[in-house]
DNA sequence: CTCACATTTGATCAATTGTTCATATGAATA
DNA sequence: TATTCATATGAACAATTGATCAAATGTGAG
């Protein structure tokens, strides 16, 4: 149990006092690439929106269109509209036109496997 | 084809134009408690910051205490403690003590398999 | 073409977030 | 006990977010 203590320099200043460098190199190294990291980051903060998760769970179920999603989770349809432009752009949904009315639906089985797999993790404690 | 337009009065006023009351009506009866919605946004609301998401996956290899996680990810070692307080307060992480020092571990399975699963998606287009 | 409707877009604003700094706690050692 | 180190906590602040409103698209019907 002998704790080694390493002091690495940063930039210029060193004031980082690192205990286990060898921890340190070894999480770089297995660590995702940060633009990977980045893009899961941003996945997954578009899922840790109430609203946002409403509508994906809802859109599991059954296509729907923009209103009837406003009128369901109580906002404005711009609001919707604004909340599913987000999610097209991480291809978590997908539309489909019919007329003037647009139709969404999950663009991706991952979403409820995902939604299920959290939902396990809440319900364990 | 049809489609059967229905106004929906809400509070005082109506400004709801709703196209499906039966699937708004669906939606609301298969949607997930309010209370379970909220928290499983706060969970992958929790995992949808970058700096949230390199700490659960390099503790995801192997415990850390809180000044490597600091040198490792570029912050300061408050700033990750922070970022720990609210993970242990999901319990996503848990820690343990020796000593003067903290190590913190993951404390459930599941970040893992969300993480990976979320990889799945974005790797698939 | 004109009108009505479904949706989108852009501006705006309050609320939340993530970081840092300064300071406090708590454990081990001299 | 005094000191040092590891971590936690609280205040402060810039940056981001999610909502609304107002106005612009774009579609289909008359």
Redesign the pocket.
């Known amino acids: 149990m002998k704790?080694e203590?390493t002091v690495i320099l940063q930039g210029e200043q060193c004031r980082c006092?690192c205990?286990h460098r060898d921890r340190v190199d070894a999480a770089h190294e297995h660590a995702l690439a940060s633009r990977e990291n980045e893009k899961l980051a941003t996945l997954f903060?578009a899922m840790?929106?109430?609203?946002?998760l409403r509508i994906l769970w809802a859109l599991n179920r059954e296509e729907m269109?923009?209103?009837?999603l406003?009128q369901f989770?109580?906002?404005?349809?711009?609001?919707?509209?604004?909340?599913?432009?987000?999610l097209r752009g991480l291809h978590l949904v997908a539309?489909r036109?019919e007329?003037?009315?647009?139709?969404y639906r999950l663009d991706d089985d991952h979403v409820r496997d995902l939604i299920e797999l959290a939902l396990e993790h809440l319900r364990e404690e």
């Open positions: 704790k203590r006092r205990i903060k840790g929106d109430p609203n946002r269109c923009v209103c009837d406003a989770i109580g906002v404005t349809e711009s609001a919707v509209s604004h909340q599913l432009r987000q539309n036109r007329g003037p009315v647009l139709y």
